[in-house]
């Protein structure tokens, strides 16, 4: 199930990459601190179907990349995996331009067409489409089990990446939604490819998946050892003093998003002690 030899490496921007027989990936030049080399778009289209269906069509204002959307032919569908608006950015400008109607687990993001349930399975564009509702990054975080015929792959959003590691917000994300999230994908993505919203794509979404939560839980432990010598319980810590702590070898500039991180596993140590 490995991508095409003659597929451009990632990141390869403005250029409709395929990455399995049935799913190509449209990466959108906004790169960042949170967006690593920028958000992926992925174009899912069996052999041979005249449709196909559009998933996370980007941030807004790049329009380059919502008139590259809108171009492709037969969309018949678009698919958002959550609510942060590097992925929902593009809704309104692709709805705008193919009438395709927009599925998301937030009716907000929704255009002509229901929320998203777990479990559901949609078929559409010659293939089948299970959604698999995956919180923890956001509470509305949604992952995608795309089959045809004996070949699998799993769209994780920003549930899982392509390299390096997944900021909770503490919004609406959590560490216990986010641990469960992960023993779901990995029973239902063993042996599948990680498609991720950012980042390159795996051969096997098992191995990565095993690894996050295994680093969830080595950040966890980090942090009940830096409170032991803080002599500090999870309820009176706050997150910056544990970040300085337990981050003090990371960059600077990832802080802040350590600190979202670090709030949410504050938040179920409390539940914990």
Not at 96 to 118: F, I
Not at 142 to 158: I, M, N, P, Q, Y
Not at 168 to 196: M, Q, W
């Amino acid at each position: 199930m490995s991508a095409p030899n003659d597929a451009p490496a990632h990141p390869a921007y403005g250029v409709l990459r395929e990455v399995t027989p049935f799913a190509s990936v449209l990466l959108c030049d906004n790169s960042g601190m949170m967006e690593l080399d920028g958000t992926n778009t992925y174009i899912l289209r069996a052999p041979g179907s005249d449709e196909c269906v559009v998933v996370d069509p980007g941030p807004p204002k790049y329009k380059h990349h919502s008139r590259q959307l809108a171009e492709i032919p037969g969309v018949a569908l678009t698919l958002v995996t959550h609510r942060h608006f590097d992925h929902t950015g593009g809704i309104k400008r692709l709805h705008k331009r193919t009438g395709a109607p927009v599925r998301a687990r937030l009716d907000k993001y929704c255009r002509e067409a229901p929320p998203l349930r777990d479990r559901e399975v949609i078929e559409a564009a010659g293939l089948r489409i299970t959604v698999l509702h995956t919180p923890g990054h956001t509470g509305d975080s949604v992952s995608f089990l795309v089959e045809h015929e004996d070949e699998r792959a799993v769209l994780t959003g920003d549930t899982i990446l392509g390299s390096g590691t997944t900021v909770l917000d503490p919004t609406d994300g959590g560490l216990r939604d986010y641990l469960n999230s992960l023993n779901r994908l990995i029973v239902e993505g063993e042996g599948a490819r990680l498609l991720p919203a950012h980042g390159p794509d795996h051969d096997d979404l098992g191995p990565v998946a095993r690894f996050y939560k295994s680093h969830r839980e080595e950040r966890l432990d980090q942090i009940v050892s830096a409170l032991d010598e803080m002599k500090m319980s999870p309820h009176e810590a706050k997150p910056m003093k544990v970040v300085r702590k337990v981050y003090r070898d990371v960059d600077k500039k990832l802080w802040p998003a350590a600190r979202m991180s670090v709030k949410a596993q504050l938040e179920y140590l409390r539940e914990v002690y």
